[in-house]
């Protein structure tokens, strides 16, 4: 991803916080991970999901790239729950 600057929202280190995952892993997972979703709708700016697999770091990063500034906010990370994520971690699982 083309990107200047990386800002963590204040939920995103809430969430990384209780989930015990770094920043630098974050900042990995933009860098190295794969976009598997597109949320255009989303304001202000269009979102993403990427999902980055190393070993056994397995993250879903929500994030979205100001055009301008090219400055990417992390909205929110996680890991995947295998109960709604397929084995590939790239599709949902059926309802």
């Not at 900042?27 to 991970?33: E, F, L, P, S, Y």
């Not at 976009?35 to 929500?62: A, C, Q, R, W």
Request: aromatic residues 12%; contains cysteine; glycine residues 2%.
């Amino acid at each position: 991803m083309n990107y200047k600057n990386i800002i963590f929202t204040q939920h995103a280190f809430q969430r990384m916080f209780s989930r015990n995952i770094t920043p630098d892993l974050v900042k990995k997972a933009i860098r190295q991970g794969e976009i598997i979703e597109n949320y255009p709708d989303d304001t202000p700016h269009p979102s993403f999901l990427i999902l980055f697999m190393d070993g056994k770091d397995i993250l879903h990063v929500v994030a979205s790239l100001e055009d301008m500034t090219k400055t990417c906010f992390v909205i929110t990370v996680y890991p995947p729950d295998p109960e709604i994520w397929n084995q590939d971690f790239r599709t949902r699982r059926s309802k």
